[in-house]
């Protein structure tokens, strides 16, 4: 899914000359606590609620503030897991999208963004979990996927990360449309990857979708 198909088109921007009593009300009203800053359709930042409580001035203009996430936008056409980065690596709740004219288009929060994920297919869609660890050098999803395929079996979502003990190394976390991860797991590790945890109870799917609900319910959506 892209950004564009995330924008929170219920969630106006305020301009720089709006006063710090209007953010604070509508802030109430979104039940939000950061609200998008636009001037010719240009994203300037966020302003906070935590910015307006620290001024204590209802009537001082959100120009006046030291905006956050000035630098938090991402493209309409971006992945939506660039909202996710962009969100977590800046602590803001919601992300700038902008066209390719570098025009504002609209915000995505991140309790959208963790909505979407909840209901995308490789969370639906029964199967197990396999983590891997490789040397970067021999990293190829390509290579992975088409192991996976030859047991009759499809790669629903993956991600990787870099080794937190071995910076040489990397785990690659994937989903598999499969419960019986056995002739998988034998074919991967006859081509010499090491698998470090699996995962193929039935009961995956369930708990996968009862800690997005936890998570969900956690952050109020």
């Not at 000359?17 to 802030?27: I, V």
């Not at 609209?106 to 209901?119: E, K, L, N």
């Amino acid at each position: 899914m892209i950004a564009e198909e995330l924008i929170n088109h219920m969630i106006p921007p305020l301009k720089p000359k709006d006063s710090a009593k209007k953010a604070r009300l509508w802030m109430e009203e979104l039940r939000c606590n950061q609200l998008p800053v636009v001037e010719d359709e240009k994203f300037l930042g966020l302003v906070s609620e935590d910015l307006i409580f620290e001024a204590n001035d209802a009537e001082k203009s959100v120009a006046d503030f030291d905006l956050i996430g000035k630098r938090c936008v991402v493209y309409g056409s971006s992945h939506f897991y660039d909202v996710i980065k962009i969100a977590s690596d800046n602590s803001v709740q919601m992300v700038g999208v902008l066209n390719n004219q570098e025009k504002y288009i609209g915000v995505i929060t991140v309790q959208d963004t963790i909505t979407s994920f909840a209901q995308s297919a490789a969370i639906q869609i029964p199967g197990g979990i396999l983590v891997l660890s490789m040397n970067q050098i021999d990293y190829s999803l390509a290579e992975i996927s088409r192991l996976i395929e030859e047991n009759n079996a499809k790669i629903l979502s993956s991600s990787i990360k870099e080794d937190e003990l071995d910076p040489s190394k990397l785990k690659l976390t994937l989903k598999v449309n499969r419960l019986d991860l056995t002739p998988i797991v034998a074919t991967l590790e006859r081509f010499g990857y090491k698998i470090i945890a699996r995962f193929q109870e039935t009961k995956v799917l369930d708990e996968e979708k009862g800690k997005i609900d936890m998570l969900l319910k956690y952050l109020d959506i």
